[in-house]
């Protein structure tokens, strides 16, 4: 008999030792509620597209675009490589918007498959400009930001 209640006494030792009171899940439920989906959410935050560009870039990229498509076509018709506003020979208020006016485009030149134009003051940092250079004769291009 003394040894039937050393056995029910390990076993009521071994039992009592797997029972789980509820307040020992709070610090796992928080783990996996709030930590997790945080680390998560901050993990991929940066990569997560805004959808809107500032107004400011966006507009000296799309004249800067016409520039060099008009720069293109007078290359291809004449075979000379515009040098200058005059040589551009843009349309009339074709580079008229609303953040920047001709005078903020300047054309910068090159050879054929180094174009070069720029809009002076588009951002707060270095570098301020935006430039793009572009091969006259392929038509791709690339900007300096």
Same mark, same amino acid.
């Given at each position: 008999?003394?040894?039937?209640?050393?056995?029910?006494?390990?076993?009521?030792?071994?039992?009592?030792?797997?029972?789980?009171?509820?307040?020992?899940?709070?610090?796992?439920?928080?783990?996996?509620?709030?930590?997790?989906?945080?680390?998560?959410?901050?993990?991929?935050?940066?990569?997560?597209?805004?959808?809107?560009?500032?107004?400011?870039?966006?507009?000296?990229?799309?004249?800067?675009?016409?520039? &060099?498509?008009?720069?293109?076509?007078?290359?291809?018709?004449?075979? &000379?490589?515009?040098?200058?506003?005059?040589?551009?020979?843009?349309?009339?208020?074709?580079?008229?918007?609303?953040?920047?006016?001709?005078?903020?485009?300047?054309?910068?030149?090159?050879?054929?498959?180094?174009? &070069?134009?720029?809009?002076?003051?588009?951002?707060?940092?270095?570098?301020?400009?935006?430039?793009?250079?572009?091969?006259?004769?392929?038509?791709?291009?690339?900007?300096?930001?």
């Amino acid at each position: 008999m003394a040894d039937e209640q050393q056995i029910s006494g390990v076993h009521a030792t071994v039992r009592s030792a797997y029972v789980v009171k509820w307040t020992d899940w709070i610090p796992l439920v928080l783990i996996l509620g709030l930590v997790v989906p945080a680390v998560g959410f901050m993990a991929f935050w940066p990569i997560q597209p805004s959808g809107v560009e500032e107004p400011r870039p966006s507009e000296a990229r799309a004249a800067l675009g016409a520039m &060099k498509d008009r720069a293109r076509v007078v290359y291809q018709r004449t075979g &000379k490589i515009p040098q200058t506003m005059a040589e551009l020979d843009m349309p009339r208020g074709a580079l008229a918007g609303s953040e920047f006016q001709p005078a903020d485009y300047v054309v910068l030149g090159g050879r054929h498959n180094e174009w &070069k134009a720029k809009c002076v003051g588009v951002y707060d940092s270095e570098p301020r400009d935006l430039i793009v250079t572009a091969d006259l004769v392929g038509g791709s291009s690339t900007f300096n930001r």
